[in-house]
């Protein structure tokens, strides 16, 4: 329904907009978990090798001048909203047909797929259209945010935005009040079970590890 598609547009937003509330504490908490996952060999799913701490550094030191570049792009009011729906529509096309091809299955860290998108060819046949707005608007936002801050940012590969979001929904998971509930669900959930599978399990208990320890 419209009000779904409205409730989540605005769950998104909010979303992005935590990075501007992240602190060192939070920045540091992030690095101690991917240095566990390094040191555990677990694999993050996507093609990307953006070192998420140092994006959310300069994040803050930018500090309000990027909000205007953040909303400008979630109102797709610039001419770079315009380029990244563009690339958007390319990507998602190229991903369509070398998958209606290929006998090969598409994965992360396969030189054939890092730059096409093809998550949407293997999506369950029934999957919601709430998990579809997810997938196109955390895609969106990816381009966006490439096209809008670049390698100065550490921006460069199709998903490296989206290692950021999975970052800011593990830490709302673990350490905030759990706003981001639907996002992390659909996210983790497999895509034979109709969600995403962009985060996977070994991240999750590595940031519930981390939390847990630093409470004791």
Known sequence: ????????????????????????????????????????????????????????????????E?????????????????KALKEL??????????????????????ARWDDLIWGHTQAKEDVSPEVLLYFS???????YLNITLGTEYGLEQKDDFLNVLM?????????TDQQFEEVFEIFVTTRHSGGLEWLIVG????YTEVARNEVI
């Open 89 to 110: 529509a390319r990507l998602m096309k190229n991903g369509s047909e070398a998958a209606s091809v290929s006998d090969s299955i598409p994965k992360d860290g396969d």
């Open 167 to 175: 970052d800011l929904v593990l830490l709302d998971k673990v350490k």
């Open 66 to 82: 990027l909000r205007e570049v953040v909303a400008e792009g979630l109102s797709f009011q610039s001419e770079n909203s315009e």
């Open 203 to 206: 991240q999750v208990d590595v």
């Open 137 to 143: 608007l955390s895609h969106y936002f990816a381009q």
């Open 1 to 64: 329904s419209n009000n779904k598609a409205v409730q989540i547009y605005s769950n998104f937003s909010r979303l992005i907009n935590t990075i501007f509330d992240i602190t060192k504490d939070d920045i540091d908490f992030i690095s101690n978990c991917h240095e566990r996952m390094k040191q555990r060999g677990v694999q993050i799913n996507s093609a990307s090798s953006i070192n998420c701490p140092n994006f959310l550094r300069k994040v803050k030191e930018a500090g309000e």
